[in-house]
């Protein structure tokens, strides 16, 4: 056990190395392999040893390296999301979205959108994205409320059927829309990495790493959980406090990867399933190892979408949903 | 699930081996291309911005367009760089493009501020909604070419254009202009839409008073009582016998009665007006006021 959980951490540690000196390679430019890394030992380190001219320094140091480093955050953002949702539901079909966060956040996306365009600027959609994704999920959360605590039926269903009434705002909303807004939040829907600037990546930087303190902290609590919440309750764990923890931490995360880079599906799901099968259950190794995975995931994902269709890029939703698909 | 690795080291080892070849090409053609190529290499980004590059003359300098451009039957086929808002700015640079043209709608932000510190020259032109946008066009985008002349002609070649749609103008008449996607749905052109451009043009008035298109019924649209119907839809041929054989209502419309329903091609007015469209809008006046009791098919 022990062994194949450390040989998983190394290959995909290795594997997150290898993909990040390829993405900052591989792209729709042709440039030098050697300067290309070098620039970002320059860059790091202050040296002078990459021969890149200036607009190619722009290339890999504001184009390449955001989004590379967007990719790690939210797709390990993502993930670990995914491992908690299914640990919380016990049920590994499980996704971030299943407690409302993705559909309320496309709701405030939309009526960003099509209500009032530009109040904030650029950042009026990522605001109302996470705003609407965590009202939805504390409203789902609330519907779960009955006398004897947290009912974990009645928040999927109600995660179910929140998600449907979200559909059909999105629709309304949609009919009252110019085409441009409405092309415009098709592009959002599918996700992607392009908006990568020093604002959003402190913020999913500093949210993914407070995220895995939270979950790691709560390990224990959660491979409790898996037995049962009577036996967790009788392991002296305090269950609703847990889920309600556990629910707002996601609806954080998911909010935050929601409103840096759109809606990206699957990463969620496959990613702690994939680990699971690979390491087994236990939450203090599924998460960090789900984060891993799916940071390389997601950064595998957006290579190929800046490299399939170029000088175009795919939207890097459409490219996961893909690999998800392949994978599973 | 354990394909998943081996799926991405395939598809990173082909795009490698083609990348190395890529490079082997690039490096032979490279010192060819620096002395003989001094031709500016255009981009453009949206399909008026494209049609515009036709119209000029400038069609042989275009080395990539976007999706939503038509290059004319027989034009080879030019890399695509995508839709106009979701623009990837690595793409474009590797075209190595002397000037990127497009609409005001290009985008997204971050990578506008990338391009622009890669110091490549933009040339923003606003959708034509009017006759008068679309002359400026003309001459903004003939001015950052330095082909002030061609400009000026293809100018010349617009108001006499513009005089002749002036001469034999449709004042008076109450217009509805159908987009036929789906013939069981009518969609009618509102306030600032290109149909709007288009009724503008003939000088004729919109039956519609909202904005945008909108999906109506049948019923409404009967209430609105046209006196013309446009019908613009990828099919010339056929939109305006499907279209009435899917709303029968339609042919107690004033409109039908007098068989002044007339079929468009859509692709002339996807990006707001342009030379083309004005083509089109000379056509149908004249056919409309030639022969008033014909169903007038479009000939392109």
Redesign the interface.
Known sequence: MQRSVSLCALALASLLIVCALLSLVLGAMNLPVYDSLLIVVDKLFGANLSQLEDYQQIVVLELRLPRLLLAVFVGAILAQCGAVVQGLFRNPLADPGIIGVSSGAAVGAIVAIVVFPAVWGSWTIPTMAFVGGLLTTLLVYGLAQSKSGTSVLILLLAGVAISAFAGAAIGFLSYFADDASLRELNVWQMGSLTGANDANLWLAFTTMVLLMIAFQRRAQALNALLLGEPEARHLGIDVEQLKLQMIILTAVGVGVAVSCSGIIGFVGLVVPHLVRLATGPNHHFLLPLSALLGAVLLMCSDLLARLVVQPAELPVGLVTVYLARHSS | ?I???F??FA??KI??SA?AW??VI?LMLAPVALYADERPRLISTDAGVTELIFALGFEDDLI?ID?TSQLPEGFPAL?????H??L????????NPSVVIGSE?IG????VS?LT???VKFVQLRSAKSSDQLRDNVLTLADALDQKEKGLRLLTTVDAKLAELDRTNLAGERIAFLLSMDDSKLRLAGE?TSGQSFIELMKAQNVADF???RNISAESLFEMQPSVIIVAGSDVESAVQSLLDANPVLTHTPAVKQKRIIAVNGATLVAGLSVSAINEAIRLTQALSNSPALVVQANN
């Open positions: 699930m394909r998943l690795p799926l991405f598809r990173t795009t490698l990348f890529l490079k690039v990539a999706v890399p695509s760089i995508g839709y808002r979701t990837s700015a690595e793409g474009l640079m590797s075209l709608h997204p932000p971050s990578v990338a510190q890669a110091e600032g904005k945008n298109y």
